[in-house]
């Protein structure tokens, strides 16, 4: 099923983490900036707390479809950690990303307070 990103899920995911993968620890920036030879590019991997498909890491063929592309089941990371987290379900479990999520907003929240 192709994945379909509503414009403001997307803004929310990137104004909130600001572009930074929300792995804990990690804080590697997913956007390489334009050069002399080439465009901006963002590395960001956008991952699923509970997966895009039925059959995918932490399924719940229960939750409706039009609910998996969006903010609230989404989580912004660098490559490595998209791949680190979908290859452990048993780690990363829905109970572990989603406070890995609000805490990289909450992060970013506080970031742009001070």
């Keep these: 099923m192709p994945r379909k990103y509503r414009e403001q899920d997307l803004k929310l995911l990137f104004g909130l983490s600001s572009g930074i993968c929300a792995y804990p620890g990690c804080k590697k920036l997913c956007l390489s900036p334009q050069n002399t030879h080439d465009?901006?590019?963002?590395?960001?991997?956008?991952?699923?707390?509970v997966a895009h498909g039925d059959k995918g890491p932490r399924a719940n063929p229960d939750m409706p479809k039009e609910e998996r592309d969006r903010y609230d089941n989404?989580?912004?990371?660098?490559?490595?950690?998209?791949?680190?987290?979908?290859?452990?379900?048993?780690?990363f479990t829905i109970e572990t990303l989603i406070p890995i999520q609000f805490e990289d907003a909450l992060n970013t929240a506080f970031v742009m307070k001070s």
């Design 74 to 91: 989404l989580i912004l990371l660098c490559g490595h950690h998209h791949n680190l987290v979908d290859n452990r379900e048993n780690t």
């Design 39 to 49: 465009d901006a590019s963002v590395e960001a991997e956008i991952a699923h707390i």
